[in-house]
Structure formats: structure tokens, C-alpha cells
């Protein structure tokens, strides 16, 4: 709920999030991609902010064990 009305506020964090977690799924939820994500994150606040948002979007949006 939360998530969601923060979404609505900036419509375009959504459009992030699904980004990120394409470039997730992509590159490998444990290798590269992990990697790549958290060392990005690491630098940016804002992208830090935006991947936790992602990351409990996908929890929510799919149950764990299975793809989109």
C-alpha cells in the first residue's frame, strides 16, 4: 500500500524499478547482475532508494520460486 502510493506520486519510479529488475533478471539475480546492482546502489542514494523499492515490488508482485 505504501509502496504503491509512493509510486503514484512519481509515476516514473515505477518505470526505474521495472528497469532495474530487468537488468537483474538478466545479468544474473546472484553474479554479474547482483553485483553490478549493489555497486551502483552503493554510489547513488537515489538508485539505493529506487532498487529496495524494486526488490519488495517483485516480492510482491511474485511469489518467490517463480519467473514473470
Known amino acids: ?3 504503491e502510493q509512493a509510486l503514484e506520486k ?3 519510479d ?3 524499478c521495472r528497469t532495474l529488475l530487468t537488468l537483474y ?3 544474473g ?3 554479474e547482475g ?3 546492482l549493489r555497486s551502483v546502489a ?3 542514494p537515489g538508485v539505493q532508494k529506487l532498487w ?3 526488490r519488495k515490488l517483485e516480492r510482491e508482485t511474485c511469489p518467490a520460486g517463480r519467473e514473470e
Open 10 to 12: 512519481r509515476p516514473n
Open 1 to 3: 500500500e505504501v509502496l
Open 52 to 54: 529496495g523499492m524494486a
Open 42 to 44: 552503493g554510489r547513488n
Open 34 to 36: 547482483a553485483a553490478f
Open 29 to 31: 539475480r546472484q553474479g
Open 25 to 27: 533478471r538478466r545479468l
Open 14 to 16: 515505477i518505470h526505474i
